[in-house]
């Protein structure tokens, strides 16, 4: 049994959630603008961000994901991943609203990402973020630290950690991509996280990333 750790924005999708939503309503300067900001911390950025969206119908939140499209052959590489065994699932700071949808379209067994907040239907502008770095002593400081989420998922799956896999796409994904066995940066956004692994895919198939797991099974 192993277990494979994928991020949402810019991994799974070719896009980036909040903008789609931003872009909608005009806010994507000021979104840019907060996570510029480098005198927040990340899960500071997450919670100003969340409530600029206050008023957001959810339905809205959930088209503005299905815009962005897909990674190429990603649900085939996420049915044979399943096909093999894997345990798949999606580790994401986006929000749950959105990146449960993904999920759902790809049959994923695990999902964590922040909880934004309705009410009757509609954004409040609060957030729920599930953290996790406080209890592991991780530095990421993120609205979701993923190394946190990724262990969490593992033992729960009973999984080892040395049959886990991460893949994503920005630093965000740093602490799960080195904490996995086999980390991989699929189509890195920065620096930081294509120097964190030695795994790194630069071609956008996720076809790649399968070949890459099959050929490091143990
Ligand atoms: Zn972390």
Not at 103 to 122: H, I
């Given at each position: 049994m192993a277990l494979a750790a994928f991020d949402m924005d810019g991994t799974l999708i070719d896009g980036r959630l909040v903008f789609a939503l931003a872009e909608r309503s005009g806010l994507d300067g000021k979104v840019r603008d907060i996570q510029a900001d480098l005198r927040l911390a990340s899960h500071e950025k997450t919670k100003m961000i969340a409530t600029l969206f206050a008023g957001a119908v959810r339905g809205d939140v959930v088209s503005a994901v299905e815009s962005i499209p897909l990674a190429k052959n990603c649900e085939k590489a996420?049915?044979?991943?399943?096909?093999?065994?894997?345990?798949?699932?999606?580790?994401?700071?986006?929000?749950?609203?959105?990146?449960?949808?993904?999920?759902?379209?790809?049959?994923?067994?695990?999902?964590?990402?922040?909880?934004?907040?309705?009410?009757?239907?509609?954004?409040?502008?609060?957030?729920?973020?599930?953290?996790?770095?406080?209890?592991?002593?991780?530095?990421?400081?993120?609205?979701?630290?993923?190394?946190?989420?990724?262990?969490?998922?593992?033992?729960?799956?009973?999984?080892?950690?040395?049959?886990?896999?991460?893949?994503?796409?920005?630093?965000?994904?740093?602490?799960?991509v080195r904490r996995a066995a086999k980390g991989i940066a699929f189509m890195p956004k920065d620096d930081d996280i294509k120097s964190a692994t030695g795994m790194v895919v630069s071609e956008p198939d996720m076809m790649h990333v399968v070949r890459l797991l099959a050929a490091h099974r143990d």
């Open positions: 996420v049915a044979l991943l399943k096909e093999q065994g894997w345990k798949v699932g999606i580790i994401s700071d986006s929000y749950t609203v959105a990146a449960g949808a993904v999920a759902e379209k790809l049959g994923m067994d695990f999902l964590a990402a922040n909880e934004l907040e309705f009410d009757n239907g509609r954004a409040t502008g609060r957030v729920r973020m599930p953290m996790g770095w406080q209890e592991i002593a991780c530095t990421c400081r993120l609205s979701v630290c993923k190394r946190f989420h990724l262990e969490k998922y593992a033992k729960k799956f009973d999984v080892p950690v040395s049959q886990t896999a991460a893949i994503g796409d920005t630093r965000a994904d740093i602490c799960m």
